[in-house]
């Protein structure tokens, strides 16, 4: 099987493409023709389907600190007209759901729903994006019920583990190694400057509007967000071969579409070798991506096209 670069594309290509493969093969078959088939944005869109739409209903209690204590949730996912890949996005929401926030009891009550739509699919991180922004809804729910900035909150409900501890485990069961957040956010909170910024950003927005100066009354912000994306880390392949007169030569599973694969690549070959490296000029070099060199053992999803297989390159060198 030979793949050719192809242009900018996500998760919703991994199943919605059968549409378009559909009809320009049932085209070529026809007229005994080559056929090129192209959708604009639009209509690709409508095609695609799209990022799952969800509606949640959620019951936290926390205590005067702003310690989330309990947790239970309930998800209706809406599916489109069939399931697609909506099963491993309710999977996806429920093991992201408490994203870097420590809740010992926690409940998650998950529902896909059809509906006369196009099918939903996986989008840029599915279920990762949903969990995340309701658990930050909650977290800037207890904000305002117990008057703490939502900072002070995230801080007290953030995971305190650091990379050297074992048996580390996510509510969903998940095992975490090499935990790096929460000595990153305070390395951040540091570098940044947060508290005083913070403090300075509260004083400007206490100044009144008719001691600004201007009609329009001016507010600014600073804020500090974790986020976990999960990952897993399965098996990986490639080829490389250096030449007695330099050249490396790398071949790889993956497809370039948009991530930027073939750069990555170099970069990774170039580490490994401790050498600089150079970037081909534009026009840069469309080769053919086959199976025959190197086998794809397993279908390549998120960042794993790209960071597993420059890590696996640098292995071999």
């Known amino acids: 099987m030979k793949q050719k670069r192809a242009g900018g594309g996500f998760g919703g290509k991994l199943t919605r493409q059968s549409h378009v493969a559909g ?19 639009n209509t690709d869109m409508k095609l695609t389907g799209g990022r799952h739409f969800m509606d949640v209903n959620y019951d936290a209690k926390c205590s005067l600190d702003g310690k989330l204590q309990s947790l239970k949730t309930d998800l209706c996912l809406e599916c489109g007209f069939s399931d697609d890949l909506s099963g491993f996005v309710l999977m996806s929401v429920n093991r ?31 279920g990762e994006i949903q969990a995340g922004c309701i658990i930050e809804t909650i977290i800037d729910h207890i904000s305002a019920a117990t008057g703490l900035s939502q900072h002070e909150v995230r801080k ?34 540091k570098q940044a400057n947060f508290t005083e910024r913070h403090a300075e950003v509260l004083r400007l927005n206490s100044i009144p509007q008719c001691e600004q100066g201007s009609i329009w009354p001016k507010k600014r912000g600073i804020a500090m967000t974790p986020l976990k994306y999960h990952h897993s ?14 050249t490396v030569l790398i071949s790889g599973p993956g497809v ?18 401790s050498q600089v490296a150079i970037l081909l000029p534009s026009p840069y070099p469309k080769p053919d991506l086959n ?14 096209s790209s960071d597993m297989q420059t890590q696996t390159q640098r292995w071999c060198l």
Not at 233 to 246: E, I
């Open 233 to 246: 880390v399965g098996m990986r392949t490639a080829t490389v071969s250096v030449y007695s007169d330099g």
């Open 291 to 304: 199976s025959i060199h190197v086998l794809r053992l397993v279908f390549l999803y998120r960042w794993s």
């Open 96 to 126: 992201s759901l408490t994203q870097t926030y420590k809740v010992d009891n926690c409940l998650s009550v998950t529902t896909g729903a059809h509906t006369n739509t196009p099918s939903k699919t996986a989008v840029r991180g599915p």
């Open 156 to 189: 007290v409900n953030m995971i305190k583990a650091t990379r050297e501890e074992t048996g580390l485990q996510a509510p969903c069961g998940d095992n975490m190694y090499e935990y790096t957040t929460w000595e990153l956010w305070q390395q951040l909170e």
């Open 23 to 41: 009809s320009a093969a049932l085209a070529a078959w026809k007229v005994g023709r080559a056929v090129k088939f192209s959708l604009d944005r």
């Open 256 to 273: 370039e579409i948009g991530q930027g694969l073939f750069t990555k690549s170099l970069q990774a070959a170039s580490y490994a070798l």
